[in-house]
């Protein structure tokens, strides 16, 4: 173990004793949510981000011990293992190196080798292997044909001992680290098209070859597309005389005439047919796995600022979900997220009934005050955003409007929760409504969807699905605590996501509130089924009681360091009815010497550092300091597009290459990775995250491709 934590050490660049704290902490079954925030002073104040990563590696550092042990194990069984393999089994730093060091002690299928082993001809494959014959090889193979063992000539004879020795070569773990290694370094990757003139977005692949070493993560999963369509050709390309030559070195150690010529062939063999295929097969995995580690990690940080997005709280909002045949379905939703009406209306072709469609909206307006209208951008919005736009016009009323990504809202709409949330509706009338509480509150509404399914990162379909959903689970984890949640409120799906609460607890507090009322304090947690004390410990801080019996419940101040705090507030003259009337200002400036207070108050001096901040700001929420959405009265076409023109957008998805933006028409723009500033960035994120409101210039437009160049340089 101690060499596990030496690694995560040196990995992570911190001091021995915080990793030991954090592993201790993660062993006790605390949740990453809760070390981030209220166990700063064991961790050194590690962040989620980093004890995320930092509980991943040593999950593999564990996985590869196991490893370790199951191959010694099986090897000294075998009566096999040596002091060397030993210490080259326990020094291997990943899982491949174990299976390479491993490869020629695995129990093997049947093999063109086993069975010439299985034929007796182990000992002419020796022979032939050290490379002391005086006499030809025919001569001795001669000695090894048998009926009984259907050796029946000598041609057989060789050609079973050279299938024993090409696999005896291909099992060497020394050889195989070496080719993976130069097959890595001077390798390419080509591929090419199998129609050449068909059309398809992998157009750019139809002929193309690039160093192993410099593959780019999006360029990996495209070609990887590609080829799953079946629309490319791939292979790796490597320098083959050299890594034969290489083999010869290692293999023919004598000048033996009867040998030599017979060694030579045999190492080709062995490395065209069972070295090469299982490298290409090795490295493509490597740089696949790659590629979608930097894949997912994009998709992470686009979805945490997808759901960070500052909730537009207290406006009614008009969700609309447009479409042609069905018409566009409408959920009128007020300042709580409680859907009051909902319409279908037919405002496109094929009915277009225009003028029906403004006077029932116009009605809805009226009745309810509303002051948003949130439309999905799916199929027929630039057809409802231009009916939209004329209505404003017509109208005294003072409502904008804002396009709003609905990714994942017809997977909402259809599941087995929505269906729940709203029995009596069908799946236009919840989508809509859906649609206008995402822009109420994005986080509460978008933790319903699988975050697959919400669309803000690349190629995800294509990436392991497994490592996909924890990863993002993750993110929408991280952001759920970040913010807290409204206890008396909250959906069981947001619950669930709270640090210490499974699915079974979340709808038990659910069940619970609706049995007995709101929750007045935070200790009534304890009487919910199945919610024991460590559950508590873990989630009580992330959960908020607004009017509750105790202001600090509606804090992120965790229960734990209430008498503290308590203590803290009668020092300084205040009263809890202060943290309520929110009238603690200018705390941290009447505290002097923190250290000291701190140990005076029982706690260590970062917590008494929250706690002010808590107490300053009580029930603050973080996405307040995100960009807030640009709503828009008026609506463009990329006809009304001219090159040079300067827009303010929104940034909808960040990738590899650039990042796209939504200019107020249909279709958003690409910003390239090269046209986002003067200066070089290896990544589009240094400079942009989804939500962002940038400013741009229009380089481009292809109307008949539907694609807008735009730059970020030198635009004021």
């Given at each position: 173990m101690m060499e596990i934590l030496k690694m995560l050490q040196d990995e992570f660049k911190v001091e021995m004793w915080q990793i030991e704290a954090t592993v201790k902490l993660i062993?006790?079954?605390?949740?990453?949510?809760?070390?981030?925030?209220?166990?700063?002073?064991?961790?050194?104040?590690?962040?989620?981000?980093?004890?995320?990563?930092?509980?991943?590696?040593?999950?593999?550092?564990?996985?590869?011990?196991?490893?370790?042990?199951?191959?010694?194990?099986?090897?000294?069984?075998?009566?096999?293992?040596?002091?060397?393999?030993?210490?080259?089994?326990?020094?291997?730093?990943?899982?491949?190196?174990?299976?390479?060091?491993?490869?020629?002690?695995?129990?093997?299928?049947?093999?063109?080798?086993?069975?010439?082993?299985?034929?007796?001809?182990?000992?002419?494959?020796?022979?032939?292997?050290?490379q002391n014959l005086d006499k030809p090889v025919e001569e001795y193979a001669v000695e090894y044909l048998s009926v009984e063992k259907e050796v029946n000539s000598v041609e057989e004879a060789i050609q079973g001992a050279l299938d024993i020795i090409a696999e005896k070569i291909s099992d060497e773990?020394?050889?195989?680290?070496?080719?993976?290694?130069?097959?890595?370094?001077?390798?390419?990757?080509?591929?090419?098209?199998?129609?050449?003139?068909?059309?398809?977005?992998?157009?750019?692949?139809?002929?193309?070859?690039?160093?192993?070493?410099?593959?780019?993560?999006?360029?990996?999963?495209?070609?990887?597309?590609?080829?799953?369509?079946?629309?490319?050709?791939?292979?790796?390309?490597?320098?083959?005389?050299?890594?034969?030559?290489?083999?010869?070195?290692?293999v023919v150690t004598k000048n033996n005439q009867f040998t030599n010529q017979i060694l030579k062939t045999t190492i080709e063999d062995s490395y065209k047919r069972l070295i090469a295929p299982a490298i290409?097969?090795?490295?493509?995995?490597?740089?696949?796995?790659?590629?979608?580690?930097?894949?997912?990690?994009?998709?992470?940080?686009?979805?945490?600022?997808?759901?960070?997005?500052?909730?537009?709280?207290?406006?009614?909002?008009?969700?609309?979900?447009?479409?042609?045949?069905?018409?566009?379905?409408?959920?009128?939703?007020?300042?709580?997220?409680?859907?009051?009406?909902?319409?279908?209306?037919?405002?496109?072709?094929?009915?277009?009934?225009?003028?029906?469609?403004?006077?029932?909206?116009?009605?809805?307006?009226?009745?309810?005050?509303?002051?948003?209208?949130?439309?999905?951008?799916?199929?027929?919005?630039?057809?409802?955003?231009?009916?939209?736009?004329?209505?404003?016009?017509?109208?005294?009323?003072?409502?904008?409007?804002?396009?709003?990504?609905?990714?994942?809202?017809?997977?909402?709409?259809?599941?087995?929760?929505?269906?729940?949330?709203?029995?009596?509706?069908?799946?236009?009338?919840?989508?809509?409504a859906s649609i206008a509480r995402r822009l109420q509150d994005p986080l509460a509404e978008l933790v319903k969807i699988d975050p697959k399914a919400i669309g803000v990162g690349q190629y995800q379909h294509d990436m392991n699905q497994k490592h996909l959903s924890e990863a993002l689970s993750g993110v929408v984890e991280n952001c759920v605590n970040k913010v807290g949640v409204d206890l008396n409120t909250a959906s069981a799906s947001l619950l669930e996501y709270i640090s210490g609460i499974s699915k079974a607890i979340a709808k038990n507090i659910v069940i619970y509130r609706e049995e007995n009322g709101k929750f007045k304090n935070r200790k009534e947690l304890l009487k919910v089924a199945k919610l024991g004390p460590k559950a508590y410990e873990q989630c009580a801080g992330f959960l908020r009681i607004i009017d509750g019996s105790n202001p600090l419940d509606n804090t992120s101040v965790h229960p734990e360091s209430y008498e503290a705090t308590e203590k803290l507030i009668e020092r300084l003259g205040y009263t809890k009815d202060d943290i309520k009337a929110k009238a603690i200002n200018d705390l941290a400036k009447k505290l002097s010497d923190y250290k000291q207070l701190a140990k005076e108050l029982g706690v260590g001096d970062i917590t008494l550092t929250d706690i002010v901040k808590e107490l300053e700001k009580p029930g603050r929420d973080p996405r307040e300091e995100m960009p807030k959405p640009i709503l828009r009265t008026d609506v463009l076409d990329m006809k009304d597009l001219t090159e040079g023109m300067i827009l303010k957008g929104t940034v909808?998805?960040?990738?590899?290459?650039?990042?796209?933006?939504?200019?107020?028409?249909?279709?958003?723009?690409?910003?390239?990775?090269?046209?986002?500033?003067?200066?070089?960035?290896?990544?589009?994120?240094?400079?942009?995250?989804?939500g962002d409101i940038v400013d741009v210039r229009v380089m481009s437009i292809d109307l008949l491709k539907k694609r807008i160049q735009l730059t970020m340089k030198q635009v004021l």
């Open positions: 062993d006790e079954g605390n949740t990453i949510p809760f070390i981030a925030r209220y166990r700063k002073e064991i961790t050194g104040s590690l962040n989620d981000e980093v004890l995320r990563d930092l509980n991943d590696r040593l999950t593999y550092l564990r996985n590869l011990d196991e490893k370790k042990q199951q191959v010694l194990a099986s090897i000294e069984e075998q009566g096999k293992l040596t002091e060397e393999l030993r210490n080259q089994i326990i020094a291997a730093q990943t899982l491949v190196v174990v299976e390479d060091l491993y490869r020629p002690y695995r129990p093997k299928r049947r093999t063109r080798a086993t069975i010439a082993v299985e034929k007796g001809l182990q000992p002419l494959a020796d022979l032939i292997f050290d773990a020394n050889y195989r680290m070496y080719i993976r290694a130069f097959t890595t370094k001077a390798g390419k990757l080509t591929s090419k098209a199998k129609d050449s003139e068909m059309e398809s977005v992998f157009e750019m692949y139809y002929d193309y070859e690039e160093a192993i070493s410099k593959m780019a993560g999006h360029r990996i999963l495209a070609v990887n597309r590609g080829e799953k369509e079946k629309v490319l050709t791939v292979k790796l390309e490597v320098p083959e005389e050299d890594i034969i030559k290489y083999l010869e070195r290692q290409e097969r090795e490295i493509r995995n490597e740089l696949s796995e790659r590629a979608e580690d930097g894949a997912v990690k994009i998709f992470g940080k686009n979805l945490e600022q997808l759901l960070m997005q500052p909730p537009i709280v207290d406006k009614v909002v008009l969700g609309w979900d447009p479409a042609f045949r069905t018409g566009c379905k409408l959920a009128v939703v007020d300042g709580t997220g409680k859907v009051l009406e909902t319409k279908v209306i037919y405002p496109t072709v094929p009915q277009q009934k225009i003028k029906e469609s403004k006077e029932e909206l116009k009605k809805l307006i009226k009745k309810y005050n509303i002051e948003l209208i949130s439309v999905g951008n799916g199929t027929a919005s630039r057809e409802s955003e231009i009916i939209i736009v004329e209505l404003l016009k017509e109208i005294t009323e003072k409502v904008q409007y804002i396009i709003v990504n609905e990714a994942g809202a017809s997977v909402y709409s259809a599941s087995k929760l929505a269906t729940e949330e709203f029995p009596n509706f069908d799946v236009g009338q919840r989508s809509a909808r998805n960040v990738i590899d290459f650039g990042a796209f933006v939504d200019i107020g028409v249909h279709q958003d723009g690409l910003v390239h990775i090269s046209q986002m500033t003067d200066k070089f960035i290896k990544h589009p994120l240094e400079v942009v995250s989804v």
